[in-house]
C-alpha cells in the first residue's frame, strides 16, 4: 500500500469531541518530541533549517512552546509524565555554567517569547516546575527572569510576554519593579482601536494575532490577575467574539491571513481562552463547537512529518510560506488551543453540546479589519481591502490579496521573475516588461461602504489603480480602474484549487473567461465588459504555492491595457461542486456601474487598519 502522508497525523484517528479527546490529542502531538529532547532536557531540537535567530533560542522554543498545552492539561487533573524532563530542562537551561544554557537574554530577543510559556506554566502549575526544584536553581531561574524583563520587547503583542513573567514572580513571591508591568500594560491599550479590535503594535494592519495573541494573552490575564485591566480585557473578548466567528466555515477552517499561519490550529485559541476565562462571550455550545470543529478540520491534513513532529507549512510541509523567525519548534504555538484542558469537566465548555455551525445567510462587513465575510456553500470568503506588511516574506500575497478563503486558502509566489507562470490567485498583477512583476502590496487609501469595499494603491508611483470589491454570494466582483503613462501586461486571478495527476481535471480558456474543475471543485473567472479584451489562461501553479493544496490550477485573465485609463471588470466564482460549470457558472452577477462605485469611494469609511495608530474610529 503506498504511504499516506496524512497517515502520520497525531489527530487522524481522534473523534475530538469530548475534553478526553482534547487530552489525547496534546499527548499524540507532544510524544513525538521526546526522542529530540537533549541529554540534560533543556534542549529541543528537531531538524537542521534555521530561523534568524540563534541555534540555542530555536531549541527553547521547542522546549518551551508544549508547555502552553502541557500546563493547562496538568492544571486540569491530567497525568504527564514527563514533568522531569522539564524540571531538569529549566534548571539546566537557566545555569550559565551548564552546556545546554539557553544564553542570556538581550534587546528583543527570541528567548523573551519563550519565556512567557515559562511565565504561564510556572504560574499555574508550580507545583511541577518550581516545588522541584533545588535553592541553586531557583536562584537561577529567578536571576534569568528578571535579567530577560529589563529589556526592551518589541512594539506589539510581545509587551505581554514580560507580563506574563510578572504574573509567575508575583505567585512565587519574587520582587520586581512592577513600574515596567504597569507601563506595559498602558502601551498594549494604546494598540486598541475598537469593539475588540487591535493592532498588533504600531502597523496598519490586522491579523491572527489579535485573536491568538492579544486576546489570548489578555484572558489569561483575567483569568489570573483581578484588577481594571482584566474587566477591560473581558469586556473587549465579549465584543471581538461577535466578529471573529465569522471567520470561520461550517467545517471549522478558518480564513488563512497574515503572517504565522505555520501555528496552525493556534487559530482555536481565542475560543479555548474563553473557555479558560470562564466567559461566555456566546453561548457555550457554540464556543465549544467553533474550537473543536477547528481542531477536527486539522485531523486529515499531512501537517506533520513521518515521525509525527508538526512540520513547518500550513495544511502541508512547506518551507516556502514560512517566516524568517520560524525554527522547527515554533508550530508548538498550536498548542494555545489546548487551554481548555484547565478547566473540570464539569465547566460548561464541557457539559454544553456542541451546537452545529449556523452560517450567516447575508455576508457581514467587518469595519476595523477592512473585510467583508461572505458566506458560500458552507465555506467563507474574505473580501479584503488590503492591509500592509512589507516586512515579511510574501508580504503582499499574505495582506493585500483581494479575497481569502476558508477552502482554497491563499498562495505565494515563488518566483518573483516569472510573470508568465505567476499563480496570482486573488490578485491583479502588473509587469512593464513581461519578466518582473508588481501586485498591492499597500494601499494609499481604504474605505467600506455597506458591502463594498474600496482601494487605492500604487504598483508603481506613477501607476494608480483603484479597486472595488463587492459580494454577490457565490461569486464576487471586481472593478479596477487603472491610470498608467504606458502600456501594461495584466493577469488576474481568481481562486486555486487542488490539481491531481494524470491531467484528470478539466481546463477551459477563451476569450474573456476561463475555469477549472477538479475532482471536487470549480474554480472560475469571467470579464465582465472591460475597455480592453481578457484572454482567459486555466493557470498550472507551480508546486507548494498555496497553502493548502500543494499542486494548484488557477483560472486568469490577461491582457495588455494601453497607457491612459482602462476600466477592467470580472467576477469570481469557487464552490466545491463540480456540476456548477452548468448552473453558477452560467448565471454572473451584473456588472457594476462606474460611477455608483466612484461615490463608494468618496461616502465610505476609511478602514480602521488604515488610520494612524492611536486615532480611534
Not at 510556572?122 to 536562584?139: F, I, M, Q, S, Y
Not at 489562461?537 to 488557477?554: D, G, H, R
Not at 463540480?578 to 478602514?607: C, F, K, M, N, Y
Request: include cysteine; hydrophobic fraction near 40%.
Amino acid at each position: 500500500m503506498t504511504y499516506d502522508p496524512a497517515s502520520a497525523n497525531p489527530l487522524a484517528t481522534n473523534p475530538l469531541e469530548t475534553r478526553s479527546d482534547m487530552q489525547r490529542a496534546l499527548l499524540g502531538l507532544f510524544d513525538p518530541l521526546l526522542p529530540y529532547f537533549s541529554e540534560g532536557n533543556a534542549r529541543v531540537r528537531l531538524d537542521a533549517a534555521a530561523a534568524h535567530f540563534d541555534r540555542a533560542a530555536a531549541d527553547l522554543e521547542g522546549f518551551a512552546r508544549p508547555l502552553w498545552g502541557l500546563a493547562p492539561f496538568a492544571a486540569g487533573g491530567g497525568d504527564f509524565p514527563h514533568w522531569h524532563r522539564y524540571a531538569e530542562g529549566i534548571a539546566n537551561g537557566t545555569d550559565p555554567n551548564h552546556p545546554e544554557f539557553w544564553g542570556k537574554v538581550n534587546n528583543r530577543d527570541q528567548r523573551m517569547v519563550e519565556l512567557a510559556a515559562l511565565g504561564f506554566a510556572l504560574a499555574l502549575v508550580p507545583e511541577k516546575l518550581w516545588d522541584p526544584l533545588n535553592g541553586r536553581a531557583r536562584d537561577n531561574l529567578v536571576a534569568y527572569l528578571l535579567h530577560a524583563r529589563k529589556f526592551d520587547y518589541a512594539d506589539n503583542n510581545w509587551k505581554f510576554f514580560r507580563i506574563l513573567v510578572d504574573i509567575a514572580l508575583d505567585r512565587l513571591g519574587v520582587e520586581y519593579d512592577r513600574s515596567l508591568t504597569n507601563a506595559y500594560l498602558s502601551e498594549l491599550d494604546g494598540f486598541y482601536i475598537a469593539d475588540g479590535w487591535y493592532r498588533d503594535g504600531n502597523v496598519p494592519r490586522v491579523d491572527h494575532y489579535i485573536p491568538f495573541a492579544m486576546h489570548f494573552y489578555s484572558l489569561i490575564y483575567s483569568r489570573l490577575v483581578e484588577d481594571d485591566h482584566a474587566k477591560r480585557y473581558r469586556e473587549r473578548a465579549l465584543a471581538f467574539a461577535q466578529d471573529f466567528r465569522h471567520w470561520f466555515a461550517e467545517d471549522g477552517a478558518t480564513v488563512p491571513f497574515g503572517r504565522s499561519l505555520t501555528y496552525r490550529f493556534a487559530c482555536a485559541g481565542f475560543w479555548s481562552a474563553l473557555a479558560f476565562a470562564d466567559l461566555e462571550a456566546l453561548p457555550w455550545g457554540e464556543i465549544k463547537g467553533l474550537c473543536v470543529r477547528h481542531l477536527r478540520w486539522w485531523a486529515d491534513k499531512p501537517m506533520t512529518h513521518r515521525d509525527g513532529v508538526l512540520s513547518i507549512g500550513y495544511s502541508y510541509p512547506n518551507l516556502l510560506m514560512s517566516e524568517n523567525y520560524n525554527s522547527a519548534g515554533s508550530p508548538y504555538w498550536a498548542f494555545k488551543a489546548f487551554l481548555p484542558l484547565a478547566v473540570d469537566n464539569d465547566h460548561p465548555f464541557w457539559t454544553f453540546t456542541e451546537t452545529p455551525p449556523s452560517p450567516p445567510s447575508e455576508t457581514v462587513a467587518l469595519r476595523h479589519p477592512g473585510m467583508v465575510m461572505m458566506p458560500c456553500k458552507g465555506d467563507v470568503v474574505a473580501l479584503s481591502s488590503g492591509q500592509e506588511n512589507r516586512q515579511m516574506r510574501f508580504g503582499s500575497e499574505k495582506y493585500a490579496k483581494f479575497a481569502y478563503s476558508t477552502r482554497y486558502g491563499f498562495s505565494v509566489e515563488s518566483d518573483e521573475r516569472a510573470f508568465a507562470g505567476g499563480a496570482f490567485d486573488s490578485m491583479l498583477a502588473f509587469s512593464d516588461d513581461g519578466i518582473h512583476y508588481r501586485v498591492r502590496e499597500t494601499n494609499e487609501e481604504a474605505r467600506l461602504d455597506g458591502n463594498v469595499l474600496f482601494s487605492r494603491w500604487l504598483p508603481w508611483p506613477d501607476v494608480v489603480v483603484e479597486t472595488w470589491l463587492l459580494p454577490a454570494s457565490p461569486w464576487h466582483v471586481r472593478v479596477h480602474r487603472i491610470t498608467t503613462p504606458r502600456p501594461l501586461e495584466t493577469a488576474e486571478g481568481g481562486f486555486a484549487i487542488a490539481r491531481r495527476d494524470f491531467e484528470a481535471d478539466t481546463l477551459s480558456a477563451s476569450t474573456g473567461e476561463a475555469y477549472a474543475i477538479g475532482e471536487e471543485d470549480f474554480s472560475g473567472i469571467r470579464d465582465l465588459g472591460s475597455m480592453v479584451a481578457r484572454q482567459g489562461l486555466a493557470q498550472k501553479a507551480p508546486p507548494n504555492t498555496n497553502l493548502i493544496a500543494a499542486k494548484t490550477l488557477i483560472p486568469q485573465l490577461r491582457a495588455t491595457i494601453p497607457a491612459g485609463k482602462t476600466i477592467l471588470r470580472c467576477a469570481v466564482l469557487a464552490v466545491r461542486d463540480i456540476s456548477a460549470v452548468t448552473s453558477d457558472w452560467d448565471v454572473p452577477p451584473a456588472a457594476p456601474d462606474i460611477a455608483a462605485l466612484r461615490a463608494i469611494a468618496e461616502q465610505g469609511v476609511t478602514v480602521s487598519a488604515m488610520q494612524a495608530p492611536g486615532r480611534k474610529p
